[in-house]
Protein backbone atom coordinates (compact mmCIF):
# COMPACT_ATOMS: atom_id res chain seq x y z
CA UNK A 1 0.00 0.00 0.00
CA UNK A 2 1.38 3.45 -0.65
CA UNK A 3 0.79 6.46 1.00
CA UNK A 4 -1.50 9.06 -0.61
CA UNK A 5 0.83 11.86 -1.27
CA UNK A 6 0.34 15.34 0.93
CA UNK A 7 -0.60 18.37 -0.52
CA UNK A 8 2.72 20.07 -1.48
CA UNK A 9 2.52 24.00 0.74
CA UNK A 10 4.43 26.18 -0.39
CA UNK A 11 7.96 26.42 1.57
CA UNK A 12 8.53 30.25 1.11
CA UNK A 13 6.63 31.26 4.61
CA UNK A 14 8.65 28.93 6.17
CA UNK A 15 11.91 30.08 4.86
CA UNK A 16 10.70 33.59 5.88
CA UNK A 17 10.12 32.41 9.31
CA UNK A 18 14.18 31.34 10.07
CA UNK A 19 15.10 34.05 8.12
CA UNK A 20 12.88 36.65 10.42
CA UNK A 21 13.85 34.40 13.64
CA UNK A 22 18.15 34.54 12.71
CA UNK A 23 17.49 37.97 12.32
CA UNK A 24 15.86 38.44 15.31
CA UNK A 25 18.77 36.14 17.42
CA UNK A 26 21.32 38.49 16.06
CA UNK A 27 19.62 41.58 16.83
CA UNK A 28 19.46 40.31 20.41
CA UNK A 29 23.31 39.64 20.76
CA UNK A 30 24.57 43.51 22.47
CA UNK A 31 27.25 44.70 20.96
CA UNK A 32 30.87 45.03 23.28
CA UNK A 33 30.40 47.41 25.69
CA UNK A 34 34.43 47.14 26.70
CA UNK A 35 37.28 46.58 25.36
CA UNK A 36 39.13 43.52 25.52
CA UNK A 37 42.07 43.24 28.23
CA UNK A 38 44.97 45.46 26.91
CA UNK A 39 47.73 42.60 26.62
CA UNK A 40 49.77 40.79 23.93
CA UNK A 41 52.33 38.38 24.89
CA UNK A 42 55.33 38.04 22.42
CA UNK A 43 57.83 35.22 22.42
CA UNK A 44 61.61 36.92 21.79
CA UNK A 45 64.14 34.65 21.45
CA UNK A 46 64.19 32.55 25.16
CA UNK A 47 61.89 35.95 26.41
CA UNK A 48 58.16 36.08 27.01
CA UNK A 49 57.54 39.38 26.61
CA UNK A 50 54.19 41.11 27.44
CA UNK A 51 52.76 44.48 26.79
CA UNK A 52 50.31 45.60 29.44
CA UNK A 53 48.28 48.79 27.81
CA UNK A 54 47.53 51.89 30.30
CA UNK A 55 45.31 53.49 28.38
CA UNK A 56 45.34 56.52 26.11
CA UNK A 57 45.95 60.05 26.67
CA UNK A 58 45.79 62.98 24.24
CA UNK A 59 48.83 65.13 23.07
CA UNK A 60 47.95 68.31 21.21
CA UNK A 61 49.91 68.77 18.44
CA UNK A 62 51.26 72.10 18.94
CA UNK A 63 53.58 70.22 21.49
CA UNK A 64 55.82 68.91 18.47
CA UNK A 65 58.10 71.73 18.22
CA UNK A 66 60.51 71.67 15.60
CA UNK A 67 58.00 70.63 12.48
CA UNK A 68 56.02 73.07 10.29
CA UNK A 69 51.91 72.35 10.79
CA UNK A 70 51.33 71.58 6.91
CA UNK A 71 54.07 68.75 7.25
CA UNK A 72 52.64 67.21 10.50
CA UNK A 73 49.27 67.52 9.28
CA UNK A 74 50.45 65.66 5.85
CA UNK A 75 52.26 63.36 7.95
CA UNK A 76 49.36 62.73 10.36
CA UNK A 77 46.71 61.83 7.72
CA UNK A 78 48.90 59.52 6.30
CA UNK A 79 49.03 57.22 8.79
CA UNK A 80 45.36 57.83 10.34
CA UNK A 81 46.65 58.79 13.60
CA UNK A 82 43.38 59.07 15.52
CA UNK A 83 42.71 63.12 16.88
CA UNK A 84 39.90 64.38 18.49
CA UNK A 85 39.46 68.18 20.01
CA UNK A 86 41.82 67.53 22.24
CA UNK A 87 45.11 65.73 20.85
CA UNK A 88 46.46 62.96 19.28
CA UNK A 89 45.53 59.56 20.06
CA UNK A 90 48.52 58.51 22.48
CA UNK A 91 49.01 55.13 23.83
CA UNK A 92 50.43 54.54 27.41
CA UNK A 93 52.42 50.94 27.46
CA UNK A 94 53.91 49.47 30.08
CA UNK A 95 55.82 45.90 29.61
CA UNK A 96 56.68 42.59 31.44
CA UNK A 97 59.81 40.97 30.38
CA UNK A 98 59.62 37.09 32.02
CA UNK A 99 63.89 35.19 31.03
CA UNK A 100 62.84 32.04 32.71
CA UNK A 101 64.27 33.34 36.29
CA UNK A 102 62.92 36.82 36.68
CA UNK A 103 60.11 38.61 36.18
CA UNK A 104 61.04 42.06 35.40
CA UNK A 105 58.49 44.91 34.44
CA UNK A 106 59.29 48.38 32.33
CA UNK A 107 57.54 51.00 33.63
CA UNK A 108 54.02 51.22 35.66
CA UNK A 109 51.52 53.40 34.11
CA UNK A 110 49.88 56.34 35.40
CA UNK A 111 47.53 54.85 38.17
CA UNK A 112 45.36 57.79 39.10
CA UNK A 113 47.54 60.39 38.05
CA UNK A 114 46.32 61.30 34.42
CA UNK A 115 42.28 61.07 35.25
CA UNK A 116 40.30 57.70 35.28
CA UNK A 117 40.35 57.05 31.45
CA UNK A 118 43.82 55.30 32.53
CA UNK A 119 45.57 53.43 35.30
CA UNK A 120 45.12 49.98 33.81
CA UNK A 121 48.15 48.16 34.06
CA UNK A 122 47.04 45.85 37.08
CA UNK A 123 44.18 44.88 35.87
CA UNK A 124 45.84 44.17 32.63
CA UNK A 125 49.01 42.52 34.44
CA UNK A 126 46.27 40.34 35.88
CA UNK A 127 44.52 39.59 32.64
CA UNK A 128 48.35 38.47 31.44
CA UNK A 129 48.22 35.40 33.65
CA UNK A 130 50.45 37.39 36.59
CA UNK A 131 49.79 38.75 40.16
CA UNK A 132 51.76 42.18 41.43
CA UNK A 133 53.69 39.86 44.07
CA UNK A 134 55.06 37.95 40.69
CA UNK A 135 57.14 41.10 39.71
CA UNK A 136 61.02 41.10 40.75
CA UNK A 137 62.01 44.02 39.25
CA UNK A 138 60.56 47.07 38.14
CA UNK A 139 62.43 49.62 35.47
CA UNK A 140 61.63 53.09 35.50
CA UNK A 141 62.72 54.62 32.33
CA UNK A 142 62.21 57.77 33.78
CA UNK A 143 60.54 59.43 36.74
CA UNK A 144 57.71 61.48 34.71
CA UNK A 145 54.25 60.31 36.33
CA UNK A 146 52.54 58.57 32.99
CA UNK A 147 56.12 55.98 34.07
CA UNK A 148 56.04 55.96 37.75
CA UNK A 149 52.70 57.04 39.36
CA UNK A 150 51.80 53.06 39.12
CA UNK A 151 53.81 51.96 41.86
CA UNK A 152 51.11 52.64 43.94
CA UNK A 153 47.18 52.06 43.70
CA UNK A 154 44.80 55.12 43.54
CA UNK A 155 44.48 54.75 47.63
CA UNK A 156 47.94 55.55 47.72
CA UNK A 157 49.64 52.18 48.66
CA UNK A 158 52.56 49.87 47.25
CA UNK A 159 50.91 47.73 44.24
CA UNK A 160 54.04 45.70 44.14
CA UNK A 161 54.78 44.32 47.59
CA UNK A 162 58.61 42.18 46.25
CA UNK A 163 59.62 44.10 43.87
CA UNK A 164 63.17 46.60 43.81
CA UNK A 165 62.48 49.35 41.89
CA UNK A 166 65.48 51.22 39.62
CA UNK A 167 65.83 54.56 38.88
CA UNK A 168 69.02 56.33 37.18
CA UNK A 169 70.71 58.65 39.21
CA UNK A 170 70.35 61.39 37.22
CA UNK A 171 66.56 61.20 36.99
CA UNK A 172 66.74 60.37 41.32
CA UNK A 173 68.67 63.76 41.43
CA UNK A 174 66.66 65.66 39.60
CA UNK A 175 63.00 64.12 40.53
CA UNK A 176 63.50 63.13 44.08
CA UNK A 177 64.92 66.02 45.53
CA UNK A 178 62.99 68.18 47.24
CA UNK A 179 65.29 71.16 45.94
CA UNK A 180 64.33 70.64 42.52
CA UNK A 181 61.11 72.28 43.30
CA UNK A 182 62.26 74.60 45.58
CA UNK A 183 64.83 76.16 42.87
CA UNK A 184 63.52 79.06 40.94
CA UNK A 185 64.64 77.45 37.50
CA UNK A 186 62.56 74.62 37.93
CA UNK A 187 59.51 75.88 35.27
CA UNK A 188 56.15 75.80 36.97
CA UNK A 189 54.17 73.14 35.18
CA UNK A 190 56.73 70.58 36.68
CA UNK A 191 56.41 71.59 40.11
CA UNK A 192 53.31 68.83 40.80
CA UNK A 193 55.12 66.22 38.82
CA UNK A 194 57.97 66.40 41.07
CA UNK A 195 55.51 65.83 43.86
CA UNK A 196 53.67 62.82 42.44
CA UNK A 197 57.42 61.12 41.52
CA UNK A 198 58.56 61.49 44.95
CA UNK A 199 55.06 60.16 46.32
CA UNK A 200 55.34 57.33 44.20
CA UNK A 201 58.75 55.71 45.25
CA UNK A 202 57.69 56.57 49.34
CA UNK A 203 56.90 53.03 50.09
CA UNK A 204 59.28 51.38 48.36
CA UNK A 205 62.18 53.89 49.69
CA UNK A 206 60.69 53.70 53.29
CA UNK A 207 61.07 49.72 52.77
CA UNK A 208 64.96 50.05 51.25
CA UNK A 209 63.58 48.84 48.04
CA UNK A 210 65.10 51.56 45.61
CA UNK A 211 67.68 51.28 43.89
CA UNK A 212 69.48 53.81 41.65
CA UNK A 213 71.59 52.70 38.59
CA UNK A 214 74.13 54.32 35.65
CA UNK A 215 74.32 54.65 32.34
CA UNK A 216 75.95 51.27 31.00
CA UNK A 217 74.99 49.16 34.08
CA UNK A 218 73.96 45.53 34.02
CA UNK A 219 70.43 45.55 35.45
CA UNK A 220 68.10 41.78 36.84
CA UNK A 221 66.64 40.75 34.36
CA UNK A 222 69.81 40.97 32.09
CA UNK A 223 68.97 44.26 30.83
CA UNK A 224 71.90 47.18 29.99
CA UNK A 225 70.93 50.64 31.29
CA UNK A 226 71.18 52.66 27.65
CA UNK A 227 71.47 55.91 28.28
CA UNK A 228 69.15 58.06 26.43
CA UNK A 229 68.86 61.13 27.97
CA UNK A 230 67.36 64.17 27.06
CA UNK A 231 63.84 63.67 27.41
CA UNK A 232 64.51 63.84 31.17
CA UNK A 233 67.96 64.36 32.91
CA UNK A 234 68.55 60.33 33.28
CA UNK A 235 65.65 59.52 30.40
CA UNK A 236 67.30 55.70 29.78
CA UNK A 237 66.31 52.80 27.69
CA UNK A 238 66.46 49.14 28.70
CA UNK A 239 68.69 46.50 25.86
CA UNK A 240 67.35 42.98 27.01
CA UNK A 241 69.50 40.22 25.64
CA UNK A 242 67.24 37.79 24.06
CA UNK A 243 69.50 34.84 22.52
CA UNK A 244 70.72 36.10 19.65
CA UNK A 245 68.48 39.04 19.76
CA UNK A 246 67.65 42.05 20.95
CA UNK A 247 64.87 44.29 22.99
CA UNK A 248 65.09 48.06 23.46
CA UNK A 249 62.53 48.96 26.02
CA UNK A 250 63.05 52.62 25.01
CA UNK A 251 60.26 54.46 27.11
CA UNK A 252 59.35 57.93 25.73
CA UNK A 253 62.28 57.95 22.22
CA UNK A 254 58.86 58.81 20.51
CA UNK A 255 55.53 60.65 21.35
CA UNK A 256 54.18 61.35 18.10
CA UNK A 257 54.43 57.86 15.76
CA UNK A 258 53.32 59.03 12.72
CA UNK A 259 55.63 61.65 12.75
CA UNK A 260 59.10 61.47 14.60
CA UNK A 261 59.97 58.29 13.04
CA UNK A 262 60.23 60.39 9.30
CA UNK A 263 61.31 63.69 11.39
CA UNK A 264 63.66 62.60 14.12
CA UNK A 265 64.32 66.04 14.45
CA UNK A 266 60.58 67.03 15.71
CA UNK A 267 61.19 67.26 19.47
CA UNK A 268 58.21 67.21 22.78
CA UNK A 269 57.57 70.35 24.38
CA UNK A 270 57.97 68.51 27.47
CA UNK A 271 61.83 67.41 26.58
CA UNK A 272 63.95 68.53 29.18
CA UNK A 273 67.05 69.04 26.68
CA UNK A 274 65.25 69.26 23.41
CA UNK A 275 68.41 68.60 21.86
CA UNK A 276 70.07 66.05 23.28
CA UNK A 277 66.40 64.43 22.80
CA UNK A 278 66.99 64.31 19.17
CA UNK A 279 70.69 63.40 19.22
CA UNK A 280 69.37 60.60 21.34
CA UNK A 281 66.35 59.25 19.31
CA UNK A 282 68.56 59.23 16.43
CA UNK A 283 71.60 57.20 17.92
CA UNK A 284 68.80 54.65 18.93
CA UNK A 285 67.10 54.54 15.99
CA UNK A 286 69.97 54.09 14.08
CA UNK A 287 71.20 51.35 16.51
CA UNK A 288 67.83 49.50 16.58
CA UNK A 289 67.59 50.02 12.68
CA UNK A 290 70.79 48.44 11.69
CA UNK A 291 70.52 45.75 14.79
CA UNK A 292 67.15 44.83 13.60
CA UNK A 293 66.58 44.93 17.40
CA UNK A 294 62.78 44.69 18.89
CA UNK A 295 61.92 47.63 20.14
CA UNK A 296 58.60 48.46 22.77
CA UNK A 297 57.66 52.23 23.21
CA UNK A 298 55.98 53.45 25.95
CA UNK A 299 54.39 55.60 23.48
CA UNK A 300 53.79 53.76 20.24
CA UNK A 301 50.21 52.43 19.38
CA UNK A 302 49.63 49.37 21.46
CA UNK A 303 51.47 47.24 21.63
CA UNK A 304 54.18 49.19 20.37
CA UNK A 305 55.64 46.47 19.95
CA UNK A 306 58.05 46.31 16.59
CA UNK A 307 61.15 47.19 14.46
CA UNK A 308 62.95 50.35 13.06
CA UNK A 309 63.77 50.65 9.45
CA UNK A 310 65.75 53.02 7.67
CA UNK A 311 63.94 54.88 5.12
CA UNK A 312 66.63 57.61 3.00
CA UNK A 313 67.76 59.68 5.54
CA UNK A 314 64.71 58.91 7.55
CA UNK A 315 63.28 55.49 9.54
CA UNK A 316 59.60 54.03 9.55
CA UNK A 317 57.84 52.51 12.55
CA UNK A 318 57.42 48.48 11.11
CA UNK A 319 54.66 46.87 14.13
CA UNK A 320 54.48 43.74 14.99
CA UNK A 321 51.85 40.73 13.37
CA UNK A 322 49.66 39.17 15.92
CA UNK A 323 51.40 35.60 16.65
CA UNK A 324 50.86 32.54 18.73
CA UNK A 325 53.37 31.89 21.59
CA UNK A 326 55.68 28.84 20.34
CA UNK A 327 54.11 25.40 21.72
CA UNK A 328 56.70 24.67 24.67
CA UNK A 329 59.01 21.20 24.08
CA UNK A 330 57.39 18.41 26.13
CA UNK A 331 59.49 17.40 29.22
ZN1 LIG B 1 55.76 59.14 28.90
Do not use: K
Not at 50 to 74: H, N, S, Y
Not at 145 to 166: F, K, N, S
Not at 302 to 320: D, I, N, Q, S, T
Amino acid sequence: MTASPRPLRPARPFVLAIALALAASAAAAPPPAQQVPGVQHRAIGPLRVTALFDGIVPLPRQRLRGIDETDMARLQQRDFVPEAGDGVQTAVNAYLVHNGHRLTLVDTGTAGCFGDALGQVPDNLRAAGYRPEDVDDILLTHAHPDHICGLLDREGRAVYPRATVWLSREDADYWLDPATERAATTPEPLRPLLAMARRAVAPYRADARLRLFDAGDTLPGAATAASSHGHTPGHTGFLFEAGDQRLLVWGDLVHYHAVQFARPEASFEADADRAQAIASRREQFARAADGGWWVAGAHLPFPGLGHVRREGAAYAWVPVEFAPLPVAPAP
